[in-house]
């Protein structure tokens, strides 16, 4: 059974670029959300979707945007980069919205580099 | 505004002992609590979890402990095992609603053999 897997693993760009992440849920899970982890500290929530719907999102700037697809993977868009984008970006998925958290699988992460 | 802390970013100890993981909130809208153990180049998986109607719950080697009126958890591992090193975060959340989670920045620790 494949867990949550994100690709890239690494990814470097330059600041301005645009970039696209991917994720594809545990088998099962029909809900994905995207934290960005920056050094030093913990998982920030970015975006969740469900129902090929944004259904919550954190404290980010519209240049951070996603999608999710009727397979259920998803993407995160992020334009007209920044260094301070520079980050771990973790995928996790979940079957359904309305558990508190300790039903999230991570992916490992795609780690963006923004020179 | 970190909303979740954890105000040890590491901790050493012998193997066999007792570990304690201390994390604080301030958010009083967190009713559900919880510990997420990360290894190096893997993502969080989840550890333990705790409700807010509850001030301890135990599985195995780990017990959370909640103290609601000072908005104060704690991971106790007994005892610890070379295999537990790695970064915990503390996290909470709102439950009735989707899954936003508030992490802390993590307490690395070490067991040493």
């Known amino acids: 059974d494949a867990g949550v897997t994100q690709s890239p693993t690494h990814l470097i760009k330059t600041r301005g670029q645009q970039v696209t992440l991917r994720c594809s849920p545990k088998?099962?899970?029909?809900?994905v959300s995207w934290y960005q982890q920056a050094l030093g500290q913990g998982p920030q929530f970015i975006f969740q979707y469900y129902e090929e719907e944004e259904r919550q999102r954190g404290n980010f700037p519209d240049r951070f945007s996603g999608h999710q697809f009727p397979n259920y993977s998803s993407e995160l868009n992020v334009n007209a980069l920044l260094l301070g984008d520079s980050a771990l970006y973790l995928c996790?998925?979940?079957?359904?919205?309305?558990?508190?958290?300790?039903?999230?699988?991570f992916g490992s992460g795609t780690q963006l580099s923004v020179l | 505004d970190q909303q979740v802390k954890q105000n040890s970013p590491s901790l050493s100890v012998q193997e066999g002992r007792i570990s304690i993981l201390n994390c604080d909130y301030t958010n009083s809208m967190f009713d559900y609590f919880l510990w997420y153990k990360k290894y190096p180049a893997e993502g969080p998986t989840f550890l333990i979890s705790?409700?807010?109607?509850?001030d301890k719950n135990e599985d195995g080697r780990f017990t959370v402990f909640l103290n609601k009126s000072a908005k104060h958890l704690s991971l106790h591992i007994v005892p610890s095992q070379p295999g537990d090193s790695a970064v915990y975060f503390c996290?909470?959340?709102?439950?009735?609603?989707?899954?936003?989670?508030?992490f802390g920045t993590g307490t690395k620790l070490q067991v040493i053999p």
């Open positions: 996790a998925s979940s079957l359904g919205v309305g558990n508190v958290g300790e039903k999230l699988f």
């Open positions: 996290a909470a959340s709102v439950s009735g609603g989707y899954q936003k989670v508030t």
């Open positions: 088998s099962g899970h029909d809900t």
């Open positions: 705790i409700s807010s109607i509850k």
